[in-house]
């Protein structure tokens, strides 16, 4: 078994190794604490053993040695130090403190707890680019029309491209998810918090009620989707970026209305977190 880096163990605290199921029970006990072997499993033999303790350095800390038919031979119980004092001889558990067969966490006694050990969180897969190098370009009728405040003027008709990229080719080949919102211009939005952002953290999400009449009018236009409610791409990011083209069509213009566009990079499974994320841009339509 190998400990995860940074696990500390103070005086007078205890760690235990489990060969294998769940510790969270155990570790709601209070005693000690408890983890699960690295490799997956633990093979103590019963005809005898030896058990090292290094530190992080390789530095051995200590060691023991049973056998098999001695007074240390556990035969379905623990063995355990005869005292809780460091360096005692060890002895069946049930010889110890009688009637108790296994104290792990615990003192001898099986009642009084060990103090917890140390152990660091567990370290999230990180990757370049995070919460930076990922953009949109908004091109109205393939001509570029970025703005520093991010709200950009249309009209009814025109044909947009929205190039998701990495402007400095940090994260190709990770999937994102780009949302899309229409709404009366300047009617607030409630911003959503995508797990493992800080709050505000969000993309648009409708909010029944505060867009009176918008959503019944619209007629489907973003991957044939209408606008009840968020559209959401999953595509992959490639090396020279991905294009979205679609036209504004006729029906939302002249209604005071803007589309609201984000997209998040995304894990597949690996981090609780999202990994990036580009700011709102509005498109208003004239």
Known sequence: HT?????????????????????TNFNTLGGGTGVLASTGSLGLN?????????????ALIDTYAYGSGGPDDGDGESITRVTDNPGDVMNKH??????????????????????????????????PGN?????????????????????????????????????????????FSAFYQLFFTGTPLVSQVIPGETPPGGFWLDVPGTNPGAVTTIVPFIDGIGFG?????TPILPTFGYNYA??????????????????????PGLNSANLGIDDCVELKIN
């Not at 019963?46 to 390789?58: E, K, P, Q, S």
């Not at 792990?104 to 060990?114: L, V």
Request: glycine letters at 10%; aromatic letters at 10%.
């Open 94 to 127: 049930s010889l110890v403190t009688a009637g108790v067969f296994h104290s792990a966490g615990f003192k001898n006694d099986g009642m009084t707890p060990w103090l917890p050990a140390v152990i660091p969180p567990p370290v999230l897969p990180t990757y």
């Open 229 to 233: 409610g968020p559209t959401f791409l």
């Open 3 to 23: 400990f995860a880096a940074g696990t500390q163990l103070p005086a007078g605290a205890a760690i235990v190794v489990f060969g294998g199921g769940s510790v």
């Open 46 to 58: 019963n005809g005898g053993d030896t058990i090292f303790v290094y530190d992080a350095t390789l």
């Open 246 to 267: 679609f036209p504004i069509p006729p029906i939302v213009g002249g209604q005071g209305l803007s589309l609201m566009l984000q997209a998040v990079i995304v894990d």
């Open 131 to 175: 919460t930076s190098d990922f953009d949109v370009e908004v091109r109205v009728n393939n001509i570029p029309a970025n703005d520093p405040t991010r709200v950009i003027t249309v009209n009814a008709n025109d044909v947009i491209n929205l190039w998701y990229m990495s402007p400095g080719s940090t994260t190709e080949l990770q999937p």
